[in-house]
Each structure stands twice: as C-alpha cells, then as structure tokens.
C-alpha cells in the first residue's frame, strides 16, 4: 500500500511511494504527529540518481523489519534535496560541523522541534568496514530517546546554538580589485594539476566555473597562463572517460584524477555549465575540440532531458539494467573488446580499441573499459570513425535505459537556457535558440506567479509546492538576460527586472549579505547563507552576476550598488579558497571591465548586415559584456534608446564605465572594441 509519499511530484520521493516505511514529506504534519507520538524525527535526504541512496533504500527502507521498527519508533520525513536545498543545507551544515565530512544520503535524527542531535550519511543494514548497522543506530538513538532525553535535549539544543553563531560575519562590501583576482589566480596555479588538467586530486570534478573566471581573466588581462589552464583542462575532460565519447555530455565526476572512470550520473547543472564554458572557449580560441564538444553537449541535453512541456529535466541515473536484471552502475555506457567485436566486427572493433582506450583488462570494473580518447598520434581515418562512432551508439540505443529525473528545477533550467541561447548564437543553431526559449515559456507560465515569484519545481506540467530560494531567482534571471542579449526580445530583460527585484526586497539584508531562503520563507532552524560556489554557482554569486548584467542593461542604479556590495565576498574568499567561489570571481571580471554594454540597431533583426554585426557583439570575449539588438525607436531595450544608425548602415556602440566610443558600422572595429586590448 503507498504511503503519504504517493501524491508528491518528486521523483525521488516517488521512488519510496511503495516502501514498507510510512514515510512523510517534510511538513508540520510531520513534527506535530512526532509531538503527539513523544517520538525523535529520522530525516532521509538524498536524490533520484543518487547511486548510494538506492543501495541504502534497497538495503533497509524496503525491508520489512527494518520498516516496522521505523514505523514504531519514529516519524520519517524523506526529504529530495534538489527540491529543498534550504533544508538540505542547513542539516548538511550541522552533519559536517558533527562529523566533518557529508553526502547523500543523509540521515539525520531529529526532536520534535527539528533541532538534529545525531548525524550520519549511508548505513549499512548490518555492521560493516567500522560503521555500525542501521538498525543497531536505530536503537541506539530509540534508546538515548526513552532513558537519556536531558541529555539529547542538550546536544540538540549546543548544535542549534552553534548554526546560529555561524552567521556570515558579512563587514566588508568593499568589491574585489586587481590583487584579489591575481592573488586568487596564484592560488589555483598552486593547486593546478599540470600533467591532468583540472585541480586537486581525486574524485575530480569538472571546474566550470573556476574555468569560466579563468577565460575572463584571460580576456581582462592576456594571461596566458590563465588560458592554458582553461585550454588543457577542457582537452583532458573532453578526451576523459568522464565525457560521454558516444553521446556527448558530461558525467557528474571522475573517480580518478586522469578523468578516466566517472560517477556516470548526468546531471543538467553539469552540462549547462560546461555547454557555455566550451562555447566560450571556442570563443576566445576557435578550438574545433570546443566547438565540437559544445555543441554535442548542447544536443544531448535537448535530445536526453527535455521534457514533452519544453523544460529540462534534472538528471539521468548513474544505474542500469545490466541486462541480467541487475541494476549496475555505468551499465549503458561501457564496453568490452567482444562487445566491440559482436557491433563492429574484428577490424572495425580493434582500430575502435585503440582509438577509444578499450583494454582486455579494462578500465572500470569485470574486464569492461570507459570509452575515452587517449593522446594519439598519427592520423586516423575521420569517416571510419564516424561510422563506428554511429554504429555503437545505434548499438548502445538498444540497452536499457538509465532512469530520468524529470521533475524540472527552475535555476537549473536557467543555466540550460543560458548556455543554449548563447551556443545556438554562436553556431547558427537556431533550434537550440528555440529550446532555450521553449525551456524560458515554460518557467514563465508553470513556475512564475503573477507576482513573478518562483517555484522551485514542477513536473508533468504540474509545479511543486516548494518556493524558489535565490539561486532560481538569479539563475532563471541569468538565462533571460541571455536571452534578451540573443533575440533581442525586451520582455526577457523585463522578467529578469521582476525577478532581481525580489532578489533586492526579500533576499537582501541591510548590510548587502544574501540569504539562500526569501525573508518570508518558512522559517528553519537556521536561515541558509552559503556564498562559496560548489555543483552550481551559490545563489549569492549568481544574484552578483544577474544583477551586474541588469544593470547594464537598464543602467539601474540600485542593482549596480547591490551587486557590488554583493562582490565583497568574493574580495573576501578569492585569494584564499578560489576554486570554492569560481563564479564570484567570473563576476568580479566582468565588474571590472565594466561590464562593457553594446547596442546593435540596423533597419531590421533579420538584416543579413544587422544580423553580421550582433553576432560580432555576442562573440566579443570582454567579460560580461552585455548586447542589446533592435531597430532605431524600437525601445525594446533600454541600451538602444537614442541610437541611430550611422548612414543608415547597422550600427553597434559600445560603452564602458559611462564612457562611449565612436559608433561603427565595421564588425572588425566592433571585434577589436569587444577583445583584450594591451594597455
């Protein structure tokens, strides 16, 4: 019989709807009935494709004594952290405070009161390499409950006591400057890996957003050390088994540190993030590598995630049927020599092995390899590539499936329409423009209220009950504004405006600080205020990068003055942990280059001389350049108020720092305007 998880949209908390355990969606339904039971709260949190939050259901929340003890002792409350990040990160605050360290899934003992007393991620159901069994924790916590309460009535109250004292001593707003970014570059040099690619050791993940500063920096300043990183790393990912060699697409992590075995869950932040840092790079470098893996990222998403209503969806599952009727991590994507041999025949399947890295001993687990691209030399056959290329992935069609998160996230589909707008600018892909703005319509019509206030989620067309936290407001704000810089279309720039502005009334607090929660949001042991960027920027980051960006746009005053007090974290974080705030200091770039505001007007949007001198603007690698395009008198968009074309030709004009160069009628001109300059 389901439980009370049956009527969630949560993919996740659907996929414990028929668990033996009588599970609750966090609510005050929950507490009150824990109150009225005299029992502790067991908060479960985790997410759909979250490899070991299956293993832990399977093991313990699908077995039937284990269920029963929880049913009689507990309240359980399963929680999807991408549908509340709030409560996901004030809990995950208090577990690495306790423990020092966290992950999914997360289980969490709490009072009544939902002040936590004792902490855990993965239980195994029976002890295992040092860890107790669920059940022994299970009892034990019971028992600390009936005979030792004062005691846990103290723990709980010391840990709600010290979240509390954690509240971001915020003093500085003053913005970051040339020190704190060269400074901060000094120390991811430090920590660069220079034979991989990419920072620090294993598990390595894909630094999209450390890579985003670094091109700025590079197209602020002309380091070059600051492009070889960004170059060398995106190579190493993009020839890495992390990247999918067949389908395209970025897997959530590697491993290992040489990116060769990833964790194979794909999620949508991932690739959003890495779609638009590749397509900056083809940018700044024309790299065919870049281009190529930009725009097969773009597809996969379009392809894999879209949803039958235009939006995207969360992620893909690391698992799969293995054909046996196992469920295996990597399943769909890893291949054997035979396997090779059975699709491709024997010469096809051995100049294959080469080429993608497939190994008798193979590199991942019973003899199977992740297909990969290591450093060749020599020149390979391109059409017989391709043609093995397609044939495996018509052969990998026919396996089953990894599981799809489609319950769509709204800052998430943000980044997607973002990184699409920009990449189907770019490339000439005006259906990936089309998917950007078919993701945008549906955020506007199923997410947004007629306050513009957000949901968080929806799916099937249905939205969430959960309120949006700053990241979909500043995320969701991101891609409209990229939107309104590619079409041209003012309403865009003008719901980014509805959605900065509650940014400004109900985020902000007096001194500049951001807060991860609305003012009015249901109020949790502590109110979330997390500034350091991690799987996706912070929602303090990404505000500083919306804001900064509306403001040249509609030279608004009070978004420029919020997102520079805003910045003062980051001249705060920078130097001393810059791969933790990679996206605060992309923003300080474009803070310090102004950001420079470009107006296109000609005779028509789809004048073939209008048409040349926008995309001109839009592949212009100052840092955070904004573009407006339109016609003279349009008042589409406020940068073109009072622009003319010169000699009726199109004409683009760039200012910076309230100052304004000579309108010009030659995309050379406007190339060299929009690019490092010596001096």
Same mark, same amino acid.
């Given at each position: 019989m389901p439980n009370r998880l049956a009527h969630e949209t949560s993919p996740y908390l659907l996929q414990h709807a028929d668990n033996p355990v009588d599970w609750w969606p966090w609510s005050e339904g929950a507490f009150e009935e824990a109150r009225r039971r005299d029992v502790p709260v067991l908060l479960s949190v985790g997410y759909s494709s979250c490899h070991w939050c299956h293993v832990m259901a399977h093991e313990s929340f699908e077995d039937g004594a284990t269920a029963a003890y929880l049913n009689e002792h507990f309240v359980s409350v399963k929680v999807d952290r991408e549908e509340r990040p709030d409560v996901d990160a004030v809990y995950m605050e208090a577990v690495q405070a306790a423990?020092?360290?966290?992950g999914w899934p997360m289980t969490v003992f709490l009072t009544p009161e939902a002040a936590p007393f004792y902490f855990g991620t993965y239980f195994p159901p029976s002890p295992r390499h040092g860890m107790p069994g669920f059940r022994q924790v299970?009892? =034990?916590?019971? &028992?600390?409950?009936?005979? #030792?309460?004062?005691?846990?009535?103290?723990?709980? =109250?010391?840990?709600?006591?010290?979240?509390?004292?954690?509240?971001?001593?915020?003093?500085?707003?003053? %913005?970051?400057?040339?020190?704190?970014?060269?400074?901060?570059?000094?120390?991811?040099?430090?920590?660069?890996?220079?034979?991989? =690619?990419?920072?620090?050791?294993?598990?390595?993940?894909? $630094?999209?957003?450390?890579?985003?500063?670094?091109?700025?920096?590079?197209?602020?300043t002309g380091?070059?050390?600051?492009?070889?990183?960004? &170059?060398? %790393?995106c190579e190493r990912m993009a020839r890495g088994g992390i990247y999918d060699q067949l389908g395209g697409g970025f897997a959530r992590y590697s491993v290992d540190r040489d990116w060769v075995v990833p964790h194979f869950e794909k999620m949508l932040y991932d690739n959003a993030l890495l779609c638009r840092v590749y397509a900056h790079l083809w940018r700044a470098t024309g790299s065919r590598l870049a281009r190529r893996v930009a725009l097969e990222t773009a597809d996969f998403m379009v392809r894999e995630l879209r949803t039958k209503e235009g939006g995207f969806a969360s992620a893909l599952d690391a698992d799969s049927d293995d054909g046996s009727g196992r469920h295996v991590e990597g399943?769909?994507?890893?291949?054997? $020599?035979?396997?090779?041999?059975?699709?491709?025949?024997?010469?096809?399947?051995?100049?294959?092995?080469?080429?993608?890295?497939?190994?008798?001993?193979g590199t991942f687990e019973h003899g199977s390899s992740v297909l990969q691209l290591p450093q060749q030399e020599g020149v390979v056959d391109a059409e017989r590539i391709g043609s093995i290329r397609s044939?495996?992935?018509?052969? #990998?069609?026919?396996?089953?499936?990894?599981?799809? *998160?489609?319950?769509?996230?709204?800052?998430?589909? =943000?980044?997607a329409v973002a990184a699409l707008?920009?990449?189907?600018?770019?490339?000439?892909?005006?259906?990936?423009?089309?998917?950007?703005?078919?993701?945008?319509?549906?955020?506007? #019509?199923?997410?947004?209220?007629?306050?513009? #206030?957000?949901?968080?989620?929806s799916r099937d067309d249905r939205v969430g009950a959960h309120t949006g936290v700053l990241e979909d407001y500043a995320d969701v704000a991101e891609g409209f504004l990229a939107l309104a810089s590619v079409t041209g279309e003012g309403v865009w720039l003008e719901f980014a405006g509805f959605l900065l502005d509650h940014v400004l009334v109900r985020f902000t607090d007096d001194s500049g600080a951001l807060y991860d929660t609305a003012a009015d949001a249901e109020k949790l042991i502590r109110r979330p205020q997390d500034p350091t960027d991690n799987a996706t920027p912070s929602g303090w980051t990404a505000a500083a990068g919306a804001l900064l960006s509306y403001a040249a746009q509609t030279g608004s005053e009070p978004h420029r003055t919020a997102a520079e007090r805003a910045l003062g974290v980051v001249k705060a974080l920078g130097p001393r942990v810059p791969r933790f705030v990679g996206w605060g200091l992309a923003v300080a770039e474009a803070f310090l280059d102004g950001p420079r505001e470009v107006a296109v007007v000609g005779p028509a949007l789809d004048d073939p001389a209008t048409r040349a001198l926008h995309r001109t603007a839009l592949l212009g690698t100052a840092p955070g350049a904004v573009v407006a395009v339109g016609t003279a008198g349009s008042?589409?968009?406020?940068?073109?108020?009072?622009?003319?074309?010169? *000699?009726?030709?199109?004409?683009?004009?760039?200012?910076?720092?309230? %100052?304004?160069?000579?309108?010009? %009628?030659?995309?050379?001109?406007l190339r060299n305007a929009l690019s490092f300059r010596e001096g």
């Open positions: 423990t020092g360290q966290g299970l009892e =034990g916590v019971r &028992q600390a409950w009936a005979d #030792r309460r004062e005691e846990v009535a103290e723990v709980a =109250g010391k840990i709600v006591r010290d979240l509390a004292g954690r509240e971001l001593q915020y003093g500085d707003t003053r %913005t970051p400057g040339e020190d704190e970014l060269a400074q901060a570059l000094l120390g991811l040099t430090r920590e660069y890996d220079p034979q991989r =690619g990419g920072f620090g050791g294993a598990p390595k993940f894909p $630094p999209s957003m450390v890579l985003e500063f670094l091109l700025r920096h590079h197209a602020r380091s070059e050390g600051a492009l070889q990183m960004a &170059q060398d %790393t399943a769909a994507y890893v291949w054997t $020599p035979a396997q090779l041999e059975e699709v491709l025949g024997p010469e096809d399947a051995e100049l294959a092995a080469r080429y993608f890295g497939v190994t008798d001993e044939r495996l992935l018509v052969s #990998r069609a026919e396996r089953p499936t990894p599981g799809r *998160d489609d319950k769509v996230v709204a800052a998430w589909n =943000g980044l707008a920009e990449t189907g600018a770019y490339f000439d892909r005006s259906d990936l423009v089309e998917a950007a703005i078919g993701a945008a319509d549906l955020l506007v #019509r199923l997410h947004m209220d007629e306050r513009a #206030r957000l949901a968080r989620t008042g589409e968009l406020p940068l073109l108020a009072d622009r003319i074309p010169v *000699d009726d030709e199109p004409t683009a004009y760039v200012c910076r720092n309230f %100052t304004c160069d000579a309108p010009t %009628t030659d995309p050379e001109r």
